[in-house]
């Protein structure tokens, strides 16, 4: 059984999968090691089981990372556009959804082997059901899993980060780059659910499943999509997006009315339908349920003071919220932080001061907007890697 390798991979996802036949097209002899008992997992669950597996508006700006212009290079070398034509070689059917993303007419389960048949056209060795138990460097890596070790002078950490624990997911990436000094960025859940408490969840608990277009803002920067409301806060695409730019303790903005007027709309109904209810007139603007939790006094709009309109229209175009926390990396889409980019190289994905030994994907301090920027950066990194081992 051959244990010397010129490359070994260590987690077999979407970069791991992209470095691996990355690199077996250039002749390099590649070994592929996961923990799991198959491939790409996380891919297999991606979309719905569709598998959102580009954007089309993937540019370095919609990446958060200490260092906003780490993606840059790599994104630059391996586009959206040269996904889509590997897709397309595969015969592989595919529709653009809203804002640019991409996904699979059919399953999921057909990127994965499309990877697949990519690493066994070019001799990649993939070996699943591999626990890592140890990784040394003297001169060459050596891992040593629990089916015996194996030697290789370059190593890719493709072992992803912390959410979903569920599929697999470990801090193997993490406890790899501490033991050879790289610097880090403190991980937190990332794409991922809020929480609320006291007032606020009370109002929320009863709109369970109620969703609605908003405007989500943290700070400058917002998103104008889709809102759910869960038994424990808030969800959906616009609260994911916001909540990576959310800090611990940092406030939440909400416009549940996005590109209306709400103090005009609510004054509109005051002058020319003064008889109508007040939760009539807000139940045109949002769904009943919620209009009924936001004006749960009765009474017809006419009657209302212009400060209770002033009240309504602020909390309609500008809902200021305080979450407790987020639903944790059991529900996150992705991990914030990881593997600093200050120790990598990004022409090359490769640590600065330990030649050979590269981190791509998930692993590392560079994570995309909802709506297939991460597999990009997946292939985008793998693809680096894969070209420089």
Known sequence: MTTHFDAIILGAGAAGLMAAATAGRRGRRVLLLDHAEEAGKKILISGGGRCNFTNLGCVPERFLSANRHFARSALARYTPADFLALVERHRIA???????????????????????????????????????????????????????????????????????????????????????????????????????????????????????????????????????????????????????????????????LPGLDARGQLLFGKTNRPRAELRTVLGELVPQRLAIALAPDQGRIGELPNKRIEQLAAQLSAWRLKPAGTEGYAKAEVTLGGIATQGLSSQTMMATKIPGLFAIGEAVDVTGWLGGYNFQWAWASGFVAGSEV
Request: proline share 6%.
């Open 94 to 256: 595919w529709h653009e959804k809203t804002l640019g993303q991409l996904f699979c007419d059919g399953s999921a389960r057909q990127i994965v082997q499309m990877l697949l048949d990519e690493c066994a056209a070019t001799g990649v060795d993939l070996r699943l059901r591999h626990d890592i138990q140890h990784v040394s460097h003297n001169g060459h890596f050596t891992v040593q899993t629990s089916d015996g070790g194996f030697t290789a002078p370059a190593l890719i950490l493709a072992t992803g980060g912390l959410s979903i624990p569920k599929m697999g997911a470990t801090g193997l990436a993490y406890s790899i780059a501490r033991t050879f000094a790289l610097p880090m960025v403190e991980p937190r859940p990332g794409l991922v659910p809020l929480t609320f408490e006291g007032e606020a969840l009370e109002l929320m608990r009863p709109l369970s499943g109620v969703a609605l277009p908003v405007r989500a803002k943290v700070g400058k920067t917002g998103f104008t999509e889709a809102m759910l409301f869960t038994h424990r806060g808030l969800s959906g695409p616009a609260v994911l997006q916001a909540s990576s730019y959310l800090q611990p303790g940092g406030e939440l903005e909400l416009d549940l």
